[in-house]
């Protein structure tokens, strides 16, 4: 029974916190915790975003993310000793990590306090927060300095989440490297020193998400890697990386997304694709050359193709016209020549090749011949974007009524669009 009345007082000063520090809208904030009363809801394990133990009524989980909290964490969360999972992410809470709340809870498994306004230096004993700690994510804050080496002193480590503060200088590689179970890795968008792509990271082959964009990361992009065949997503964005895109990156069959653009990535794409479950490819904005991979039509979920700015050469595959997922195909301002696919505009057969096209960008190139008829009747189209080439036909007397935007110029197209 003191246990229960422990955490009714505790959870009520939380309350007081609460009405004290949201910037919402008042009615929004009673209707968010509205159930935090005993008057209305007796037992608080039945408030929301509170779950406990199956017995003895001690909290374990307390989740208040998008309330638009302001403030900083009060110290009497601390009182909650069995909690181990907090979430108060997406919400206005300022100062420093809140060590004193934070410190306090041997139990805690899961920590998010990402987008919010927290300011200052990690402390350098950070790895002071629970031992069991899985997850923690620091994400989209306003944290500044080096991030401590003792970050990575959570030996059970599995989610590190990083990105998008004000880091500088240097992140602890060799320590982040000796995770053996991390599965989800995030430093982009932080003003580190600029640096290779860290070879130590090749040792975590359980990753499954590793996101590194805008860290002004420099080199190749390491063979080394070739291990990592766990990833789902493998993101390098806006960095400073040369040479090759090496062929590993195009093996790992769980990888999903491919985010490699606005580098100066050189060469030619491999001819061998197994990554076949693809969704989103992007490697706009480099210095790649040779031909689009005939491969690439076998990615039959892929839904997005970004190859815009680069230097390809010769036609685009036939395949990638009979892609049933393909909602945006952008590979303007490359070199490539010859006439469209006549599959890219053929209208489905059956629901099983139904194509999605909603955006099709093709401008600045060197295609010829006539335009697919076809393509101005897709039932999703919206842009049709294919100025600055060769083509020649009649254009359509009527289109899709989903488009929004067309742009034809340059080219030798007869007839008016209606």
């Known amino acids: 029974m003191a246990r229960s009345n422990t955490c009714y007082l505790t959870l009520l000063v939380i309350v007081l916190f609460l009405a004290l520090s949201c910037k ?5 904030l ?3 915790i509205a159930s935090w009363n005993p008057a209305i809801v007796a037992n608080h394990c039945d408030w929301k975003g509170i779950k406990c133990a199956a017995s003895g009524g001690a909290v374990t989980e307390l989740t208040l993310q998008s309330l638009s909290l302001s403030g900083s964490v009060p110290a009497s969360v601390c009182e909650l000793k069995n909690l181990n999972r907090l979430d108060l992410s997406y919400n206005n809470l300022t100062g420093a990590f809140p060590t004193a709340s934070l410190y306090a809870w041997k139990k805690l498994r899961f920590l998010d306090i990402s987008n919010n306004d927290f300011t200052g230096r990690l402390p350098a004993d950070i790895d002071a927060l629970s031992p069991v700690m899985e997850h923690l994510n620091l994400s989209t804050n306003s944290f500044i300095g080096e991030v401590p080496a003792a970050v990575a002193r959570l030996p059970a480590l599995k ?3 990083l990105d ?3 880091f500088t200088g240097s ?3 060799a320590e982040i490297s000796s995770l053996a179970g991390l599965e989800f890795l995030t430093l982009a968008n932080n003003a580190f020193s600029p640096a290779p792509v860290p070879l130590g990271f090749a040792k975590l082959t359980k990753l499954t998400y590793l996101w590194m964009g805008g860290m002004d990361l420099t080199g190749e992009i390491p063979e080394a890697f070739a291990g990592l065949t766990e990833l789902t997503l493998l993101a390098m964005e806006s960095n400073h990386l040369t040479g090759p895109i090496p062929a590993w990156v195009w093996q790992p069959r769980k990888l999903q997304y491919i985010y490699l653009y606005d580098n100066a990535l050189s060469g ?5 694709v197994t990554a076949v479950n693809l969704i989103q490819l992007d490697v706009s904005t480099n210095q790649l050359t040779g031909e689009i991979p005939v491969a690439f039509g076998n990615l039959n979920n892929l839904e997005f193709l970004y190859l815009y700015m680069n230097q390809f050469t010769g036609t685009i595959p036939a395949s990638i016209g009979l892609l049933p997922q393909l909602r945006d195909i952008r590979i303007f301002n490359n070199q490539l020549s010859g006439e469209l696919p006549p599959e890219l505009g053929e209208l489905p057969t059956n629901l099983a090749d139904c194509m ?4 099709l960008m093709l401008q ?3 295609f010829s011949g006539d335009f697919p008829a076809k393509i101005w009747s897709l039932p999703k189209l919206r842009r049709v974007m294919i100025q600055d080439n060769r083509f020649t036909g009649t254009l359509p007397a009527e289109i899709s009524i989903t488009i929004i935007r067309i742009e034809i110029r340059n080219n030798m197209f007869s007839g008016f669009i209606p």
């Open 356 to 359: 999605m096209l909603e955006d």
């Open 268 to 272: 030619e794409l491999t001819r061998n």
């Open 24 to 28: 919402t809208n008042g009615a929004i």
């Open 159 to 161: 989610s590190l989440i």
């Open 164 to 166: 998008t503060n004000n």
């Open 364 to 366: 600045g190139n060197l």
């Open 171 to 173: 992140y602890p590689e």
């Open 30 to 32: 009673r209707s968010s």
